[in-house]
């Protein structure tokens, strides 16, 4: 089901694994005093295990959503809270993340995911590249550049034949933050103009 409450400015970040997506939502959230959404796939996968299926990614997706919405009705409630909080949802992936992972890992998308992504609405893309180093953890699976290159092409491919803004987010943490802090604001004077 799409946003119905314009007044919220959806954001997301996207990009392959370990390009700092999680951190900068957090770092933007703080900046912003506003709140992000976090990756679902990461809690469910800690509790399932890694061997996920091809029906596991459709929970995931669903789980996402889930959490996206509460998240967007947390930032509703902080603006009636009070009149000069931010109006900004930060999200850390999206059914476009979804789509890029059923179709790398299984060549099929759920038709599902497909629908969220026809009707779900957002603001602004920030798309993280893969100049970051790779950290490993339990749940990442492509630790060589190439794959991460492979990937990030995808998503580029992506926001390139899509029509929502979006800004390719390179550089150390700091630049990474500067880039797309700039293109954050440039959203919301835009959007205060007209």
């Known amino acids: 089901m799409p946003n119905t409450n314009s007044l919220i400015k959806k954001i997301v970040i996207i990009g392959p694994e370990s390009t700092g997506k999680s951190s900068l939502c957090d770092k933007l959230a703080e900046h912003y005093d506003t709140i992000w959404c976090r990756e679902y796939a990461r809690e469910y996968l800690l509790e399932h295990g890694t061997d996920y299926s091809y029906d596991d990614l459709l929970t995931i997706a669903k789980g996402q959503l889930r959490l996206e919405d509460i998240a967007a009705g ?45 009707h779900r609405k957002y603001d602004l893309y920030l798309l993280c590249n893969t100049d970051l180093p790779w950290v490993k953890d339990e749940l990442r699976e492509y630790p060589d550049l190439e794959t991460r290159e492979r990937l990030y092409n ?18 150390d943490y700091e630049e990474r933050f500067e880039r797309a802090k700039e293109a954050v604001d440039k959203l919301t004077v835009f959007n205060l103009q007209a």
Request: glycine share 4%; hydrophobic share 45%; charged share 20%.
């Open 74 to 118: 947390n930032v509703n409630g902080m603006k009636e809270e009070d009149s000069n909080a931010a109006s900004l949802l930060f999200i850390d992936t999206n059914m476009y993340v979804m789509k890029v992972w059923c179709e790398f890992v299984f060549n099929n998308c759920h038709e599902w995911i497909i629908e969220q992504i026809i």
């Open 154 to 171: 995808i998503y580029k491919d992506i926001m390139i034949n899509q029509d929502v803004p979006w800004v390719d987010i390179n550089g």
